[in-house]
């Protein structure tokens, strides 16, 4: 059974910081794309960041330089680490987990590309909040 479990979210004021962590479990960490989503109150789920399983990172353009994904494979840990949070950047944050989308074999490897899009991601967490006030 695929949990994943987001924990880290909070109130903050401009300019502030936020750490994101999102622990995952049931499955195979590595031979999934891990991703970082929000939803503003009454706006559509958004991608924020993304791991591919090559390790290779995506961001959204609004968060690039600010925001940065990571992950521990030896603790099935996914992190965001948030600075410069501005009041635009208040949702509720999900980690999510896929294998559907863009894929590459290497050797006899398959590698999955990082993916801002939620149609490519299986997996969700029960979100956290973050609010950042100005």
């Known amino acids: 059974q695929v949990q994943l479990v987001e924990s880290g979210g909070g109130s903050v004021q401009a300019g502030g910081s936020l750490r994101l962590s999102c622990a995952a479990s049931g499955y195979t960490y590595n031979d999934y794309r891990m991703g970082w989503f929000r939803q503003p109150p009454g706006k559509e789920r958004e991608g924020v960041a993304s791991?591919?399983?090559?390790?290779?990172?995506q961001y959204a353009d609004s968060v690039k330089g600010r925001f940065t994904i990571s992950q521990d494979n030896a603790k099935n840990t996914l992190y965001l680490q948030m600075n410069g949070l501005q009041p635009e950047d208040t949702a509720m944050y999900y980690c999510?987990?896929?294998?559907?989308?863009?894929?590459?074999?290497?050797?006899?490897?398959?590698?999955?590309?990082?993916?801002?899009?939620?149609?490519?991601?299986?997996?969700w967490g029960q979100g956290t909040q973050v609010t950042v006030s100005s």
């Open positions: 791991i591919g399983s090559d390790d290779v990172t």
């Open positions: 999510a987990a896929g294998r559907r989308g863009k894929t590459f074999m290497y050797g006899d490897r398959l590698y999955l590309l990082a993916s801002l899009s939620p149609a490519d991601f299986d997996y």
